[in-house]
Structure formats: C-alpha cells, structure tokens
C-alpha cells in the first residue's frame, strides 16, 4: 500500500443513528476537496465483502442532511468475526483502490476496523450510535436526536398517565449503557429511574414509592426503564397488584432510532466527518475521533476500545433529590 492515501472509502455499520447522514456528507465534500476519491460502501462490512460499492461526488450527498437514518444503509457481519472475513475485505478494498476507510458506528464497528488495518487499509472510526456509550468521547452522533424523540414521547404518555391518574412505565434504548434513561429521566421529571448499570432489582422500593407519592398527592408516578433492565410489560402488572394503582407499560423501541437530526447530530456530525478526513490527510491511522471537553480530538483505536464509561453517580443522585 503507498504512502499517500488517494481514495477514501466510507461506511456505515452497527445500528443505525440520526446524524450519520451529515458524518457522510462531511467525508464526501471534505474529501474531494482535499483532493481524494471518494467511494461509499453500501450495508457496512456485509457490503464490503459484497463489493456494493460505489464512487460518490458531491451531488451523491446532496439533501441527506436533514434525513434520518443512513443513505449507506447498515448491516451486521458475522464473516467479520473471522479470519478471512477482514483479509477478504482488505483484498476487496485493494481491488477497489481504498486505501482508507472511514467506520461510522459503535465499539464493534471500530474492532472490525482494526481488523481490516492489520492487512494495510488505513482505518478512522466515527462514533455513530444513539448509546453514548463509546468510552473516549462525551459525543457520539445521534444520541441528542433520540433522547429529544424519547423525551416528547414521554411527555405525552405523561400527559394521558396523569389524566387517569396511572402509573407509567416507559422503557427507552440502552442495553448496556443507561445514559439515554438518565437523560429522559431527568428531563421528563421522572419519579425513579432503573439503568442497567445501577439497578439493583429491588421493585419493592418502586412499589413503595408509588403509595407513598399516591399519598403525598402526586397524580401519576413515571418510571423510565432502560432496555438492559427490560421487563418492563411484567414489572407494570406487579406494581399494579401490589399498589392498586393502574400501571401500564410503554415500550418506545426503535422510533428513537429514528427522525431528521437535530442540530447538534448535524453540526457535530460535519465536524467529526471531517476531522475523520483531515487525519487521513495527515497520513494518520487507528483513529477514533471524539469530542473531549468540547474540543475535536481523536485516540488510537486499542486505547479507545481500552477506555470504560458508565452513567456518573452524581447524575443519579441529582435525579433522585429533584423529584422529592
Ligand atoms: P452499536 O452497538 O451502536 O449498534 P457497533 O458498531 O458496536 O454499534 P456491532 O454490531 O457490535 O455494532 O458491530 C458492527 C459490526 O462490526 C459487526 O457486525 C461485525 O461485522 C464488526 N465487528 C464487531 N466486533 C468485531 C470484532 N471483535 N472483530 C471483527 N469485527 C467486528
């Protein structure tokens, strides 16, 4: 592989999140203008090994901005898992004359990138996922645009659950990680709060909550359960039998995946993309980029994939102590 890198590829993979439109666009345009060809890779690695590949130029991302979701399409790939899966890539990739990669997605995405570096690709991974949860940066693309979703979502079941004087449990993203329920939690005003990191199991406290608040005169009592607890269908009929308060359950799922992008997916998504283009330039590789106290910055892909990151305990305590 020469020195200088002269075509790009770009992919999107892992679950898909609102703001990666914009990483793409960013990579396209700042990478022709800085002399590169670009190429896009359709359904990520599954992609890749398939060769859905194609040039991209500047009107192939035209009026993706404001759109939800990724022009690229996503996908899982076992093969990646493998041995051959990455080789074959690499080989494909030198087929096509990519030099360089950019990896819009989560940690596993970054992993399969390092997979592909150890056979010459150039590798720079951005961090797209709705989770928060990539340890080296306080950003990832799309987390904003779900929790606002997620937060006008609750909004309204609280609106009908105090009307009938319910009880409510949403449950949100996040199966590993809690920051999107902490974020709608203390957003929405919720009464508790059950993230994957923290909770304990103990509904029994939840139960005696919702009697307590009942005679405090509280109208409904909200429960914001994050994925990794689930349950949330079953933990409604017990709350129900034990207070005598009705309880229903409401699962968002997958509309908080959705949605145009709001400002901040797209603003910070340009400038991620097109950092992602400038360390390429530079002849940098095993990339992340990342957002660290407000400044554009990047890791080494082992040091980022390294790092650990949970919900701040402060942030649970002050959710806590401001629905008393
Ligand atoms: P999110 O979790 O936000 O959806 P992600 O990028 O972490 O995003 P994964 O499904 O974990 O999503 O990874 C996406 C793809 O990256 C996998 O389908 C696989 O092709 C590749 N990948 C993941 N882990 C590895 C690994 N250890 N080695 C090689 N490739 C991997």
């Not at 999107?12 to 990579?27: E, K, L, Y």
């Not at 961090?127 to 779900?146: E, H, K, Q, R, S």
Request: one cysteine or more.
């Amino acid at each position: 592989m020469s020195d200088k890198v002269k075509t790009i590829g770009v992919l999107t993979s892992g679950g898909d999140s609102p703001g990666m439109n914009a990483v793409i666009r960013a990579v396209v345009r700042s990478g022709l203008g800085k002399g590169f060809a670009v190429k896009g890779i359709e359904r990520g690695y599954a992609g890749l090994l398939n060769e859905e590949i194609h040039d991209m130029n500047s009107h192939s991302v035209s009026e993706i901005i404001e759109r939800g979701g990724t022009i690229l399409y996503t996908a899982r790939c076992k093969e990646f898992y493998t041995e051959e899966g990455p080789k074959r890539a690499a080989e494909i990739c030198k087929e096509h004359g990519i030099d360089a990669l950019v990896v819009i997605g989560g940690d596993g995405s970054y992993k399969g990138a390092l997979a592909l570096s150890k056979y010459g690709v150039r590798v720079v991974g951005v961090p797209g996922t709705i989770d928060l949860d990539i340890a080296c940066t306080d950003y990832t693309v799309g987390f904003d645009t779900a929790v606002n979703t997620a937060m006008e979502a609750i909004d309204k079941i609280r609106d009908t659950s105090s009307s009938h004087e319910r009880c409510s449990i949403v449950e949100v993203m996040g199966r590993s990680a809690g920051f999107i329920a902490i974020a709608c939690g203390i957003a929405t005003g919720a009464e508790d709060i059950l993230l994957p990191e923290e909770y304990d199991g103990n509904e029994q406290a939840i139960i005696n909550r919702v009697i307590e608040n009942r005679k405090f005169g509280k109208k409904h009592h909200l429960v914001i359960n994050a994925e990794g607890v689930g349950h949330s269908t079953s933990m409604a009929k017990r709350i129900e039998a034990a207070t005598g308060v009705e309880t229903r359950a409401t699962i968002l799922g997958y509309l908080q995946r959705g949605g145009s992008p709001t400002c901040r997916d797209r603003f910070l998504g340009s400038l991620m993309g097109n950092h992602a283009v400038e360390l390429l330039a530079e002849g940098k590789t095993n990339r992340v980029v990342a957002i660290k106290d407000n400044h554009l910055t990047d890791f080494d892909i082992d040091e980022a994939l390294a790092m650990q990151k949970s919900v701040p305990k402060d942030w649970v305590q002050i959710a806590k102590n401001l629905v008393r």
